[in-house]
């Protein structure tokens, strides 16, 4: 399965940013906001063609990972005018980093394709610092009556022409990882599809 979806986001990366237009006059304020609180060593999980890199403070530590070799290319071209930013081929099953590496993780739009989300989350909370802090903008599955049952009916054209799901629960699949209920603080930016999380990290 991850190799079916990384060739898919391989397929379209190079025109994935034109893909995607309609959907960033939403989401460049969401980024903002996304991105605003981001500080020291930093690390974006999935940055694909680097949208986020343009929203980031000046004074980050920022390191971008992605399994597509393609999109890395992309988004290494986005940030070549910045300083301290690394975009390097990793999977976010398989972080190749010591625990507690970063002071802030962030995803945008990530854990709608990472084949296994909660190892992608387990490891997520490995690699953030005790007390660091993880932001996450992802859209997921309505729970409304209606649109939820919809959204799992259409899954399959996504995720054949891109690697993304429609119905995922990730605020549960955090729960699978291991975060506590208490710690996790949700937001909703449309409907109840795109939110904002917000994670402290408390290692107990
Ligand atoms: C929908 S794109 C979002 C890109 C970017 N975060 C944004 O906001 O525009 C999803 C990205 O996640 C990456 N991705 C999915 N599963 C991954 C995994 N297991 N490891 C690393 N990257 C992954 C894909 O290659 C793709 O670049």
Not at 39 to 59: A, C, F, H, Q, S
Request: net charge positive; glycine share 6%; proline share 4%.
């Amino acid at each position: 399965m991850t190799n079916k979806i990384k060739k898919r986001y391989n397929r379209v990366a190079g025109f994935y940013d034109i893909l995607d237009k309609p959907m960033e006059m939403a989401a460049s304020k969401w980024r903002e906001k996304l991105l605003s609180g981001a500080k020291g060593k930093v690390l974006e999980v999935g940055i694909g063609t680097g949208r986020n890199i343009p929203y980031y403070p000046d004074n980050v530590e920022l390191t971008g990972i992605d399994f597509s070799p393609k999109m890395v290319e992309i988004a290494r071209g986005k940030a070549k005018n910045r300083k301290n930013v690394k975009i390097l081929e990793i999977d976010a099953e398989n972080l190749e980093f010591k625990d507690n590496t970063f002071d802030t993780v962030v995803t945008s739009c990530v854990f709608c394709s990472v084949p296994n989300p909660v190892q992608g989350l387990k490891e997520i909370k490995r690699v953030c610092k005790n007390g660091g802090k993880i932001v996450m903008l992802e859209h997921v599955k309505s729970h409304k009556k209606m649109v939820g049952p919809l959204m799992d009916a259409f899954n399959f054209i996504p995720l054949h022409i891109y690697g993304a799901n429609i119905n995922r629960e990730t605020v549960d699949n955090l729960l699978k990882a291991g975060f506590k209920p208490q710690n996790i603080r949700v937001e909703n930016l449309w409907l109840d599809i795109v939110k904002l999380i917000r994670i402290n990290n408390k290692k107990e």
